[in-house]
């Protein structure tokens, strides 16, 4: 790392994390604090609300947003993280508080976390739908008007998704891609095919954050990200209470995360058609890492800066096959249910996405290895009673019935 670099991570920031109350936001605000900047969570608690809605209780009991906080002071491991007396906020419908908090704090960064998550819970009705995209993409629009209003300078970090290109027979580049069409060339957005209406809130945010970029001259970093694993960061580890929400149903649950649970409850791992479905994956601990590299390296004015946040590239059959090697080595009898596809998408198909940018800025990954998924089923096994068999089957599905 040269030492410009490296002064650069010295640098203490003022972070606001928007959604710092999930899967992700949490360890992320843990992750700022402990390095010593100054974070702000926000959060509108409607992830709590939809995991009731689909009884997807995380397998780990995790505290209120409050209690988490005034835990993270106690225990003194870094800065303390600031909850502003607001802090229960839904940036879609309270435009007024986000631009007064945005004004007060006058953050350097904002990491948006703070957007519905699940491609299932968009797909099961049109209310599910409807509610997903206003407020995915009301959110983020009025991030961005705050932003022009009363923090131009500041970053945003924007937790974008890598199934915003879908599976498309050439490659995927980060972004954009330069086109030549009858003798005329352009550099354009990536032509994207979102896998449902979540991802489709996800492709609308990269077109409105591209255009106020462009206009305004805000600067944005869009991490499209892959399909994310794993229960502990090295702050999560600090104290029991200090836990993030670990899915495992078929609504809120990602792949490995599920078939890691699937084998330490002794049921068959849940492969959707014929598992030849390939994705970008990452350890959480390296979206923290990537994470961090965007906000340390900010992008320039008015720059749309687009990051394929994933670190390997698996079929779902080579983690459910990766999931039930390590899992007989431990004494679990596993096996792999090829089950009917719940939704529409390709089973076998090209896939070859690049992920440079954030190698190029430093980016260390932590690969999947037999002692990773090893380290997770322990980690499992340790609240094996409070699994919900009745959560795992799929019951949300993409087409007419
Ligand atoms: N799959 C199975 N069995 C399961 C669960 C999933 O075969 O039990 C398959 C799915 O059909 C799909 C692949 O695994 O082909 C990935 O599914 P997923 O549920 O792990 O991930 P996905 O729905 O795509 O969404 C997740 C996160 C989302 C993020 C996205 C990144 O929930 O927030 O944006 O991963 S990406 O997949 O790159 O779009």
Not at 122 to 131: E, G, K, L, T
Not at 222 to 247: A, C, M, R, W
Not at 326 to 342: L, T
Request: net charge positive.
């Amino acid at each position: 790392m040269t030492k410009e670099k490296s002064k650069k991570r010295e640098k203490k920031m003022r972070i606001i994390v928007l959604g710092g109350d999930g899967y992700l936001g949490w360890p992320t605000a843990m992750h700022f604090a402990r390095k010593g900047h100054e974070v702000v969570i926000l959060d509108n608690l409607s992830k709590r609300r939809m995991e009731e809605e689909v009884a997807g209780e995380p397998l780990f009991r995790r505290p209120t947003l409050q209690k988490r906080v005034r835990l993270w002071r106690e225990v003194k491991f870094g800065r303390e993280i600031i909850l502003p007396k607001l802090n229960v906020l839904d940036i879609a419908s309270n435009y007024g508080a986000l631009l007064d908090i945005l004004g007060e704090f006058k953050p350097q960064a904002i990491v948006h976390y703070a957007e519905q998550p699940s491609a299932p819970y968009s797909m099961i009705s049109c209310a599910r739908a409807v509610n997903t995209e206003v407020n995915n993409i009301a959110g983020t629009l009025n991030v961005l008007h705050a932003m022009k209003n009363v923090v131009p300078e500041a970053h945003l970090v924007k937790l974008g998704t890598m199934g915003e290109y879908g599976t498309p027979d050439i490659d995927i580049e980060e972004g954009w891609i330069d086109i030549e069409h009858k003798g005329r060339k352009a550099r354009m957005l990536y032509p994207k095919q979102p896998g449902s209406f979540y991802h489709a809130s996800k492709v609308a945010d990269s077109v409105n954050i591209e255009f106020a970029c462009r206009v305004w001259g805000l600067r944005a970093t869009d991490l499209n990200q892959g399909v994310v694993y794993g229960i502990d960061t090295p702050e999560t580890k600090l104290h029991p209470e200090l836990v993030t929400s670990f899915h495992y149903d078929a609504v809120f649950g990602t792949a490995l995360n599920r078939f890691i649970v699937q084998a330490v409850a002794g049921i068959p791992l849940t492969v959707y058609g014929k598992g030849g479905q390939k994705r970008g994956f990452l350890n959480i601990m390296d979206t923290l890492q990537c994470v961090e590299i965007a906000v340390m390296n900010p992008a320039k004015e008015g720059e749309f800066r687009v990051f394929n946040q994933f670190t390997e590239t698996f079929s779902v059959m080579e983690l459910a096959n990766l999931v039930s090697r390590v899992a007989s080595k431990r004494g679990y009898k596993v096996s792999i249910d090829h089950i009917k596809n719940p939704r529409v998408e390709k089973e076998e198909h090209y896939y070859n996405a690049v992920n440079s940018a954030l190698f190029s800025l430093g980016l260390k990954p932590h690969l999947l290895t037999e002692e990773v998924v090893d380290g997770m089923m322990q980690k499992a096994h340790l609240a094996v009673k409070d699994i919900d068999l009745s959560v795992i089957s799929p019951n949300v599905f993409w087409r007419r019935s």
